[in-house]
């Protein structure tokens, strides 16, 4: 079956840099777009940043535009977030998704299979 394993996370100070990795099996990896969506306590799931099939065309939300960078690496269907100058405000938990298709959409309920989370704290 399809599963994502979310790596990486940590506590950090803020200023500081962090990079998670979603791990895919059970899928063939070149057919999905990939996205990084998060979750503050108390606050609705959000889009973070998403990458095509090809890992050629990237999408990122403003807050995080210009510090945050994602990546795909299909030979090891694998997915990155580079995430520096990490502010306070980043902290949540941070899922991996995957959509079959061409589109990179915001909207989460447009995934298909999502990973269990992994937790980023950032400390002032």
């Known amino acids: 079956q399809v599963q994502l394993v979310e790596s990486g996370g940590g506590v950090v100070q803020a200023g500081g840099a962090l990079k998670l990795s979603c791990a895919a099996s059970?899928?063939?990896?070149?057919?999905?777009?990939t996205a990084w969506f998060r979750q503050a306590p108390g606050k609705e799931r959000e889009f973070v940043a998403a990458v095509k099939w090809n890992g050629l065309s990237t999408y990122s939300e403003d807050s995080v535009s210009g510090r945050f960078t994602i990546s795909k690496d299909n030979a090891k269907n694998t997915v990155y977030l580079q995430m520096n100058s990490l502010k306070t405000e980043d902290t949540a938990v941070y899922y991996c998704a995957v959509k079959r298709g061409l589109l990179m959409p915001m909207g989460g309920s447009e995934y298909d299979y999502w990973g269990q989370g992994t937790q980023v704290t950032v400390s002032s």
């Open positions: 059970g899928l063939t990896f070149t057919l999905y777009t």
